[in-house]
């Protein structure tokens, strides 16, 4: 690979090896036929194939990895470039246990041209209809960039495709339904199984309507959040830099911090982040809840999306709760469902444990009881204090607490009606 080793350079390769009984052997060449269905599976970007080229076209551009892409306004390039490859074994496993694909074919290096034949008899082609998947904006701008010919494209990279399937007619329906089911969501018909009538089995009708959308950034709004604080706020710190961070292409934006003390310094934190502060105190209310609907109408007036808890030290009431149910988390200092309420670590070396930590989870009316979206462990050492445990931890609701947001501003995390979490990793 020109230009990728250098000398004492190594590779470092991991795999894994699976076995399958001889009659499950895909493809089931003597079963493919005229007229059978092909279903396109779509690729998450480049996957990793074209590397080369995509270096070479990234020196000669003057283009550095970390420079935002032009047609994306929340990424880099190198972020897009790396987006992990998408992995279908979980969506097409259970249909093909069924009987249901009779042939598969990653699109890997080679792209469409060189992978597809690999699974077709002599006699027979694929045709495709190019208007029926979409081309990831990444590999239309490499196209643009390189001034690339569409068959250098499909010789090259996977064209959106990360995976193409073939099925009988009569199972398409069936197929379909399980592989969506199973996270696949936007598998479809892309061609059929044709007579070869010339040297080339691969043919790509309608290509051009892949690459008609190359589009400047589409505005896309991040989620407004507001972060509900009582004391120093070195979690609203956190959450601060992470979200500022370009590099992190957050899909979130603090814009509201509320505290029910005036004293408190993470105030101070946000005010010199620029970020709009509220003081609610508590005092003078006769009911719980009509203090947190005065804080709801702030956050309403704000548009606010999310509400982090990030230190603040009061009971919200059932109310304000199912209000903002799936849209409020909160950090506690310890691994749910253990040692909920205060002084969590003063309790933790009480009780002996060897392994602390922290949680992040939704807010639900009963206090540290909502469904857990991230935790994170940290050891306890012999002549620990509290205050060192607690310091520990900290570190660990600071690496956590950005990265849970994230989940919840992306869609990534969301909670069912049911009250338990759902993901979605795409
Ligand atoms: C954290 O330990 C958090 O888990 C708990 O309150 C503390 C807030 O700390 N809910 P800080 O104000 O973010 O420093």
Redesign the pocket.
């Known amino acids: 690979m020109p230009g990728m080793y250098h000398k004492n350079d190594f590779d470092l390769a991991g795999f894994s090896v699976g076995a399958v009984n001889r009659d499950a052997v895909l493809p089931k060449i003597d079963l493919i036929e005229e007229g059978d269905l092909v279903i396109g599976l779509p690729s998450s970007g480049v996957h990793s194939n074209g590397f080369s080229l995509i270096r070479k076209i990234m020196h000669l551009k003057g283009l550095n990895p970390r420079d935002e892409a032009p047609f994306d306004n929340v990424h880099t390039l190198g972020e897009l470039l790396l987006t992990p490859t998408r992995i279908y074994v979980k969506s097409i496993l259970p249909a093909i246990r069924l009987g249901f694909i009779i042939a598969a074919s990653h699109i890997t290096g080679g792209g469409l041209d060189e992978n597809i034949p690999r699974i077709l008899p002599s006699n027979l082609a694929v045709e495709l209809s190019a208007n029926r998947w979409k081309m990831p904006s990444i590999l239309k701008w490499l196209q643009k960039e390189a001034s690339l010919q569409s068959d250098e494209m499909m010789q090259t990279f996977n064209c959106g495709l990360g995976m193409i399937l073939i099925v009988k007619e009569g199972n398409l329906k069936n197929t379909l339904k399980i592989i969506r089911e199973n996270g696949e969501v936007d598998a479809n018909v892309i061609g059929r199984v044709t007579a070869r009538t010339t040297d080339k089995s691969v043919i790509v009708h309608e290509y051009e309507s892949l690459l008609t959308t190359l589009q400047a950034p589409s505005p896309c709004p991040r989620k407004r959040v507001a972060v509900l604080?009582?004391?120093?706020?070195?979690?609203?710190?956190?959450l601060i830099d992470h979200t500022r961070d370009r590099y992190n292409a957050s899909f979130a934006e603090i814009v509201l911090v509320i505290s029910n003390q005036s004293n408190?310094?993470?105030l101070e934190r946000a005010k010199k982040a620029g970020i709009k502060t509220m003081i609610i105190p508590s005092k003078g209310y006769k009911q719980r809840s009509q203090y947190d609907m005065v804080v709801h109408n702030a956050l309403q007036s704000a548009s606010i999306d999310i509400v982090c808890?990030?230190?603040?030290?009061r009971i919200l009431s059932g109310e304000f709760v199912n209000l903002w149910k799936g849209r409020a988390i909160?950090?506690?200092?310890a691994l749910l469902p253990l040692f909920k309420g205060m002084n969590?670590h003063e309790r933790a070396l009480e009780a002996g444990v060897r392994v602390h930590g922290?949680t992040v989870h939704f807010v639900e009316p009963e206090v540290d009881c909502g469904s857990i979206i991230l935790q994170e462990a940290v050891p306890v050492f012999m002549d620990d204090t509290p205050s060192i445990l607690?310091e520990r931890?900290?570190q660990a609701?600071h690496r956590i607490f950005p990265l849970a947001l994230e989940h919840l501003a992306t869609g990534r995390v969301r909670l069912l009606a049911n009250g338990k979490v759902s993901w979605v990793y795409r």
């Open positions: 604080i009582s004391g120093s706020g070195t979690n609203l710190q956190a408190a310094f993470g808890l990030a230190g603040f030290m909160n950090v506690h200092p969590t922290c607690q931890v900290k609701e």
